[in-house]
């Protein structure tokens, strides 16, 4: 059976949650004073930026969003304009998570408190974030887009990726679960 552009998109979700899932637990390890690699966090902030944002964030805004909007879903309100407030809220947050890294990898007692809070932030804003779209967006785009549509808009998804570089993708993917195998956390 060939994935749809929604699955494409579920799929996604896994690998996010995974690193979310990590980040938790290492947050849990910065509040009870353990230190964690600031290089690990990262390759977190590299991963939230290039595949949760550019790759997945980028496909639903460009191409899924524009063609619910043609279908008449309104770019305000629910969902889609929750969904676009939430990206914006989530690229700050990966800002403040930065700034934060370059905080305690310079001062470890003193960068936890910054570290902690964006940390927190991410894990509250993502699993929610994706529970909208996996419960509500999707079964909406699924009931408006034909077969056809559905084909037409996985077809721009990958193309979308191969003009990212698909390695790329295939790469953060490998990430998520590299680093999920690293700190125990199943997802």
């Known amino acids: 059976m060939t994935r749809t552009a929604t699955d494409i998109m579920e799929a996604e979700h896994v690998?996010?949650?995974?690193?979310v899932a990590v980040m938790v637990s290492l947050e849990d390890r910065v509040g009870k004073g353990f230190d964690v690699d600031p290089d690990t966090l990262r390759s977190i902030v590299e991963f939230l930026r290039i595949y949760a944002d550019r790759c997945h964030?980028?496909?639903e805004e460009v191409y899924l969003f524009t063609f619910l909007q043609k279908k008449g879903v309104p770019l305000t309100g629910c969902p889609l304009g929750a969904l676009l407030h939430e990206h914006k809220i989530g690229r700050e947050w990966v800002g403040k998570f930065a700034e934060a890294i370059e905080g305690y990898a310079k001062d470890r007692s003193?960068?936890?408190?910054a570290l902690q809070e964006s940390m927190k932030a991410l894990a509250a804003l993502y699993p929610n974030h994706i529970w909208?779209?996996?419960y509500?967006?999707?079964?909406?785009?699924n009931k408006l887009l034909?077969?056809?549509?559905?084909?037409?808009?996985?077809?721009t998804f990958e193309d979308a990726e191969r003009e990212?570089?698909?390695?790329?993708?295939?790469k953060w993917e490998r990430f998520a679960v590299e680093l999920e195998g690293k700190?125990?956390?199943?997802v």
């Open 15 to 19: 690998f996010i949650l995974k690193v």
């Open 57 to 59: 964030h980028g496909k």
């Open 110 to 113: 003193g960068g936890r408190g």
């Open 132 to 134: 909208k779209e996996d």
């Open 136 to 141: 509500l967006l999707s079964p909406m785009a």
């Open 146 to 155: 034909s077969g056809s549509e559905q084909e037409g808009l996985r077809n």
């Open 164 to 170: 990212l570089g698909s390695e790329l993708h295939r």
């Open 183 to 186: 700190t125990g956390n199943p």
